[in-house]
């Protein structure tokens, strides 16, 4: 089997997908329907994006799932904390004087407050975390010679898949989802925009935790044998 799939041309693009009518029209309807296409179907809608170098809408569209993902975090971390605050001997232990005195300097007495503190403190990392995402995966992908598609395609592979990270939101097994999904969209998406085999891609996206375990066995060993 090929590595490499015969190009059709530069900016030719499958016609009909969900990525490419949110591209060429952005809309909020069109990015709602791109979001459900992202998570009912994701190998088809990643598998027709096509090659484009209409950055902007996938950018726009990153950010707003990152910035919405972010907010539902803060407000279901509200919550629980609510939730907890609640339950009888918890509610008796941050009545008590004892408590008060000793560790009253450093508990946020505006709760309201202190959310949107860290609210607004975590907006800044929605964009590094995208750029530094797009990079890696990018480099990697240069690694094993599937950058074919140049860097604004990798980078809007990852800005739709940023769709999948949404899944986290589901109670118990959406960490589970979110590795199943963003892993699909990811191996598709980038198979399909460079031009390359799905071997070439997992190798890429492998890297990274191959890296990462060298570090970990280098240091475990260094901690053993050189005490």
């Known amino acids: 089997m090929k590595d490499e799939e015969a190009e059709p041309g530069p900016g030719t693009e499958p016609p009909g997908s969900a990525v490419t009518e949110f591209e060429a029209a952005p809309s909020l309807p069109g990015a709602l329907s791109l979001l459900l296409a ?130 986290a939101l589901v109670p118990l097994v959406g960490g589970l989802l979110v590795m199943v999904w963003v892993s699909v969209q990811l191996i598709t998406g980038l198979a399909g925009v460079h031009r390359s085999s799905t071997t070439r891609v997992v190798v890429a996206l492998s890297l990274p935790l191959a890296a990462l375990g060298v570090v970990l066995v280098a240091a475990v060993a260094s901690l053993l044998f050189f005490r």
């Open 38 to 167: 992202c998570w009912a179907h994701p190998v088809d809608t990643f598998s027709r994006m096509g090659r484009s170098d209409r950055l902007l809408p996938a950018i726009v569209f990153a950010m707003a799932v990152g910035v919405g993902l972010w907010t539902m975090e803060i407000v279901d971390l509200s919550r629980t904390v609510d939730r907890i605050k609640e339950i009888p001997q918890v509610a008796d232990l941050l009545r008590s004087p004892d408590l008060a005195k000793r560790v009253g300097p450093y508990l946020p007495l505006d709760l309201d407050r202190f959310w949107q503190t860290m609210w607004l403190l975590g907006l800044p990392f929605v964009p590094l975390g995208f750029c530094l995402t797009v990079i890696a995966t990018h480099l990697c992908l240069l690694v094993v010679g599937s950058g074919g598609g140049g860097a604004t395609g990798t980078c809007r592979v990852v800005a739709y898949s940023t769709t999948g990270s949404l899944l």
